[in-house]
C-alpha cells in the first residue's frame, strides 16, 4: 500500500511505503482492547488502508488531512483513537465538550451520533455523546448539553447558533475542547457554512487536535485546512483526487446498458424480475416524479420497495435508512437531486445544499445530500435509471457500493439522449476505448429476447396515478413520522412501527404479473438467474438472519458478475449461456478493468 505523506512545511509531500499491508491489525495499531473488541461484535478485524495509516498518527496527537475514496472507512479512522483519546483524559468536570464532529448535514450527524453511541454501548464506558440538530428547539439544546457531554456531533450552523444563544461558552470551549474533526470536509464550505465555522475558529484552543476527513481534494479543502490547522499531516490515498487517478473501487464491477428513454422501466423490471442482479439494490433517478413512478410500476409486479427523497419529512427519511440498512427491504429508490428548498432557511443542510453565489459552480453538489457520506449498508447493486447530471455524481452514487472490504456492481441504463454524459463519465473515470481498457462494461446477462418477453406485460403507470398515489404517500409519511417522532424517543430501536416500503397501490399486484412464467425466459436469462441466486445463497443472501441486520459472509470470488470477465462470458457462451448478438449495447465487447 503506497500512501503519500507530508506535514504541512512547504517540503512536497513524500510517498512512504506502510509496513506490510498483510500483517496490520487494529492491535498493531495500538488500538485499546475494548475498542478492538467492540470491533469484533461488529465483525470488523481488518483495518482498511486509510485506517492503518491514520490511526497510530492521530493517536500520537497529530493534526491529520486524510483524503481517501467513498466507503473507505473514514469514520472509524476518526472515531476509533478519538474514543481512545477520550478513555485516556482527566476526568474533571468540563463544561464543553471534549470532543467536537462537524459534519454537513443531519443524515451523516445521525449516522455519525449512532456509531459513536454504538461504540460507546460495545466499550462499556462512561463516555456521553449527544447530537444537536437545527431542527431542535434551543430549550433541547440547553438540556442536551447540561448532561456535560464528552462529545458532540453536529453541523456548523448549530455550533454558531449555540455560541450565539450563550448555550456554549467560548471560555468553556477554550478549556475543555481537546479534539475537533471536519467530516466530509470537502462538502461543509460548498454547504455555505464557512462563515459558521469562521466563527468557530477563534475558540479553538491550540492544544486542540484538528482532523480534517474527505473524499476529494478540492481548494474547500486546502481553505479549511488554512483555517483549522497549523502542523497537520496529509494523508491521501493514492487513488483519490486526480481525475486521472482510480475513483471507483476495484471491488466495484461498473456496467451499462443500453436501452431508449421509454424503455427503462421495462429494462429495470427485467433486471430485478428475472433476478440478473444482486440484492440489496439502490436504484437512483433524477426526478422524484420519476421515484414515485418507480415504485408504483414495480409494485404492480409484486416487487416491493421504498422511495428516499427531499420531500419526505426528515424523520421519515432517517428512519427508511435505518430500515434498508437493517435489511427489512432490499429495493430502495433514491432521488439524489432535488428543487425543494425545505431546508434552506433552517440554517442547516439535510438534503439540498445552501447554496451562495460564490458556490454556485457546485450545480452538482445538490446531488450529494442524499448520496455523500451515507452509509448504506450492503448495498451490492447500485443501478443508475436515470443517468447522473455529472461524472462526480456518478462517483458518488457508485460508491454507495463496494464499502470498505465488501464487493458490488453497478449498472446504468442510458439512453441516446444520455450519451453524452455517459462519455463525459468514462472520460472522467480514465477510460479509453483505444487502449482497450474499458471499465464501464456492457451488461452481460440481460438479453434483449429477455426484455421482450416482459414488454406487453410492463403497463405503463399513468401520471395521475402516481400523483395521487405520491399525494398519498407524503400524507402517510408525515403522519408517521410526527407519531414516529415519540415513538423513537422511547425506542429507538424499534422498526416495526413503520413500513416504508408499504403499497402505493391499493389493488394488490395480479397473479399473472407477480410470477413469470417458465416459457417466457429464454436459456441465456435462465442461465443467468440461477447463477445470480446461487452466488447468492453462497453469500448467504437468502439466510432470513440477514434480514435482521446480521452481516453477510465473505463475498469474495462468489459473485457471478466477477466472473463475466471476457474469459468468463466466453466461458459461459461455451457453457450455453448464448449471448444474444448486439443486445442493445451494440457492442460485445468485455474489456479487462484498468488497474
Ligand atoms: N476495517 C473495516 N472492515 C470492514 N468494514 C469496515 C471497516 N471500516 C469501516 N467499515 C465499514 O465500511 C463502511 C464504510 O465506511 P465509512 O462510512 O466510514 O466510509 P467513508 O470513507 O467515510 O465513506 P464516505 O466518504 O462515503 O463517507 C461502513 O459500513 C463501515 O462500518
Redesign the pocket.
Known amino acids: 500500500m503506497t500512501l503519500s505523506l507530508a506535514e504541512t512545511t512547504e517540503k512536497p509531500p513524500k510517498e512512504i511505503e506502510s509496513e506490510d499491508e498483510e500483517e496490520q491489525t487494529f492491535e498493531s495499531l495500538g488500538l485499546d482492547g475494548r475498542l478492538i473488541r467492540a470491533l469484533n461484535k461488529?465483525k470488523?478485524d481488518?483495518?482498511?488502508p486509510?485506517?492503518q495509516v491514520a490511526i497510530p498518527l492521530i493517536l500520537q496527537g497529530k493534526d491529520v488531512v486524510a483524503r481517501?475514496?467513498?466507503?473507505?472507512?473514514?469514520?472509524?479512522a476518526y472515531l476509533l483513537p478519538l474514543l481512545q483519546k477520550l478513555f485516556t483524559l482527566e476526568p474533571k468536570k468540563k463544561l464543553a465538550p471534549s470532543a467536537i464532529v462537524l459534519v454537513p448535514t443531519r443524515e451523516l450527524s445521525q449516522q455519525v451520533y449512532t456509531e459513536v453511541s454504538s461504540l460507546i454501548e460495545l466499550c462499556r464506558v462512561p463516555l456521553k455523546v449527544v447530537q444537536l440538530t437545527s431542527s431542535m428547539p434551543a430549550p433541547d439544546w440547553r438540556t442536551a448539553l447540561a448532561a456535560l457531554p464528552e462529545i458532540l456531533v453536529t453541523t456548523p450552523a448549530c455550533v454558531k447558533k449555540c455560541l450565539s444563544d450563550g448555550v456554549l461558552q467560548p471560555t468553556s470551549i477554550d478549556e475543555s475542547l481537546e479534539i475537533l474533526v471536519l467530516d466530509?470536509a470537502d462538502l461543509l464550505l460548498s454547504y455555505g457554512y464557512e462563515g459558521d465555522i469562521k466563527a468557530l475558529t477563534p475558540h479553538i484552543p491550540k492544544r486542540c487536535q484538528c482532523l480534517l476527513?474527505s473524499?476529494t481534494s478540492s481548494d474547500d479543502v486546502e481553505k479549511l485546512k488554512k483555517l483549522i490547522l497549523h502542523n497537520s499531516y496529509i494523508l491521501t490515498l493514492p487513488e483519490v483526487g486526480d481525475i486521472k487517478d482510480e475513483v471507483i473501487p476495484k471491488n466495484v464491477q461498473q456496467f451499462w446498458i443500453s436501452c431508449s428513454a421509454r424503455d427503462k422501466l421495462l429494462y429495470i423490471l427485467s433486471l430485478l424480475k428475472l433476478e440478473l442482479v444482486q440484492k440489496k439494490v439502490l436504484i437512483f433517478t433524477n426526478t422524484i416524479d420519476m421515484g414515485f413512478r418507480l415504485k408504483l410500476f414495480l409494485e404492480k409486479f409484486g416487487i416491493r420497495s421504498a422511495v428516499l427523497n427531499s420531500e419526505l419529512p426528515q424523520n421519515s427519511r432517517l428512519h427508511i435508512l435505518e430500515e434498508f440498512n437493517a435489511g427489512l427491504f432490499d429495493y430502495l429508490i433514491a432521488t439524489d437531486t432535488s428543487k425543494s428548498k425545505e431546508n434552506e432557511d433552517n440554517g442547516e443542510s439535510s438534503i439540498e445544499p445552501k447554496k451562495s453565489k460564490k458556490h454556485a459552480k457546485h450545480k452538482a453538489d445538490s446531488e450529494f445530500g442524499v448520496v455523500?457520506?451515507i452509509?448504506f449498508?450492503n448495498v451490492h447493486t447500485v443501478v443508475n435509471l436515470d443517468m447522473p447530471q455529472s461524472a462526480e455524481g456518478y462517483v458518488h452514487r457508485i460508491?454507495r457500493t463496494g464499502?470498505?472490504?465488501s464487493t458490488g456492481a453497478s449498472i446504468s441504463l442510458v439512453s441516446p439522449d444520455e450519451m453524452a454524459i455517459f462519455e463525459e463519465i468514462k472520460s472522467f473515470l480514465g477510460d479509453d476505448e483505444k487502449d482497450d481498457s474499458n471499465l464501464i462494461a456492457p451488461f452481460p446477462l440481460l438479453t434483449k429476447n429477455a426484455v421482450e418477453s416482459l414488454r406487453y406485460r410492463a403497463e405503463s403507470v399513468t401520471k395521475i396515478a402516481v400523483r395521487e398515489s405520491r399525494a398519498q404517500d407524503l400524507r402517510n409519511e408525515i403522519l408517521n413520522s410526527e407519531k414516529l417522532k415519540a415513538h423513537f424517543e422511547v425506542n429507538p430501536r424499534d422498526l416495526d412501527l413503520l413500513k416504508h416500503d408499504k403499497a402505493l397501490s391499493k389493488k394488490p399486484p395480479a397473479p399473472h404479473l407477480r410470477d413469470v412464467p417458465d416459457y417466457l425466459l429464454d436459456a441465456t436469462t435462465k442461465e443467468a438467474s440461477k447463477t445470480v441466486k446461487l452466488a447468492r445463497a453462497a453469500m448467504g443472501n437468502t439466510n432470513p438472519a440477514r434480514r435482521h441486520g446480521f452481516k453477510r459472509k465473505s463475498k469474495k470470488n462468489k459473485d457471478p458478475l466477477k466472473t463475466f470477465t471476457a474469459e468468463g462470458h466466453k466461458r459461459a457462451r461455451r457453457g450455453g449461456m448464448k449471448q444474444e448478438g448486439k443486445d442493445g449495447n451494440g457492442n460485445h465487447r468485455q474489456k479487462k478493468r484498468k488497474t
Open positions: 461488529k470488523i481488518k483495518p482498511t486509510i485506517q481517501a475514496k467513498t466507503g473507505s472507512g473514514k469514520t472509524f466530509e476527513m473524499a455523500r457520506g452509509d449498508k460508491g464499502r470498505a472490504y
